[in-house]
């Protein structure tokens, strides 16, 4: 199993992660989208990262669904989603914000570095920054009513997405949110960057 894509993407980085706390052997090609355009066209015309390649050769994109085919295939059974549901709505919720922040996030930097600056679009660019805020906000209002279990083997795939969502956003659009805003959610990402698994995968 392969999976491609650079660590600086979190979509990369959470699947990575996850992988590894599972414990299954894969192989990481630092492959980007952006300065291995061809490389990566031949892996995967559509140029989305991550990538996964299963050992026949067939590829697999969106984190959620690789993460989803790789629990289903290869741990079925493990504690990364609750099985209760209740408990799986909300570790969903969390992951769903935490993928739209990235998405938002990402909006952001592809608005700065992709689009010449005489044409970026300020009421989009408006719209994205109250999108993000607004996932921003959501999250940590859950994480002040329930906590993440401060052990990353505990974290499933809520916990991971959490944290590396706010690592990326901190990290790379750093003038669109303010840490002092969002104390739980820097907490939380904080304490998760020192783990042995975040710390052996970092974002650049
Ligand atoms: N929803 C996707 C988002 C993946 C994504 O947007 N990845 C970026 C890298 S951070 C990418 O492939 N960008 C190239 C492009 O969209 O053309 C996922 O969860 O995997």
């Known amino acids: 199993m392969k999976l491609i894509g650079m660590l600086d993407s979190p979509f990369v980085r959470r699947v990575a992660i996850t992988l590894k706390l ?11 989208v952006f300065r291995h355009w061809d490389a990566f066209r ?20 969106e984190s959620t669904l690789i993460l989803d085919y790789v629990l289903n295939a290869k741990k079925p059974g493990s504690s990364m989603l609750p099985a209760e549901p209740a408990q799986r ?36 660019m408006d719209r994205v920054h109250t999108q993000l805020h607004a996932a921003c906000a959501e999250l940590e209002h859950e994480l002040e009513s329930e906590p993440f279990a401060m052990d990353e083997r505990q974290f499933g795939l809520a916990g ?34 020192q783990q042995p698994t975040f710390v052996a995968t970092p974002a650049v």
């Open 42 to 61: 031949e892996i995967n015309p559509v140029v989305k990262a991550p990538t996964l390649i299963e050992d026949d050769g067939q590829t697999l994109m």
């Open 22 to 32: 599972l414990g299954l052997e894969f192989e990481h090609q630092s492959v980007s």
């Open 160 to 193: 991971i997405t959490v944290a590396v969502a706010w690592n990326f956003t901190t990290a790379f659009v750093p003038d669109a949110v303010s840490v002092e805003k969002y104390p739980k959610l820097q907490a939380f990402s904080a304490f998760a960057e």
């Open 89 to 124: 709505f909300r570790a969903n919720r969390l992951i769903a914000l935490s993928l739209a922040i990235c998405e938002k996030a990402v909006q952001i930097v592809y608005e700065h570095n992709l689009r010449p600056a005489e044409k970026l679009h300020q009421p989009w």
